[in-house]
Nanobody, 122 residues
Framework: EVQLVESGGGVVQPGGSLRLSCVASGFTFSSCDMKWVRQAPGKGLEWVSTIYSGGGSTYYADSVKGRFAISRDNAKNTLYLQMNGLKTEDTGVYYC???????????????RGQGTQVTVSS
């Protein structure tokens, strides 16, 4: 069974930092690209960052570029998101996610964890 369990969220003041973690199980983590997405109150899901399976390629939304850093430890089946310089608009539920084959050949399904709440407020 695929499981993604996020942790590390909390309440932080603007300008502060948090480090999110996501422990994965039920699939070959080291072979899969992973991503973080978030959902602000009353809004839809927003892609935040992606890291390829080997960890050598990373991509960021313009809104977090230069402030967030995605990384992974394939030996620990764990994905991270280091968030610095947090802003009030970063408030939301953060999910780690991955796309895995599902059903018919060529069909993928997105798996997400339960999420961790990040609140940036003074």
């Amino acid at each position: 069974e695929v499981q993604l369990v996020e942790s590390g969220g909390g309440v932080v003041q603007p300008g502060g930092s948090l480090r999110l973690s996501c422990v994965a199980s039920g699939f070959t983590f080291s072979s899969c690209d992973m991503k973080w997405v978030r959902q602000a109150p009353g809004k839809g899901l927003e892609w935040v960052s992606t890291i390829y399976s080997g960890g050598g390629s990373t991509y960021y939304a313009d809104s977090v570029k230069g402030r967030f850093a995605i990384s992974r430890d394939n030996a620990k089946n764990t994905l991270y998101l280091q968030m610095n310089g947090l802003k009030t608009e970063d408030t939301g539920v953060y999910y780690c996610a991955t796309d895995l084959p599902w059903g018919l050949p060529g069909t993928m399904r997105t798996w997400r964890g339960q999420g961790t709440q990040v609140t940036v407020s003074s």
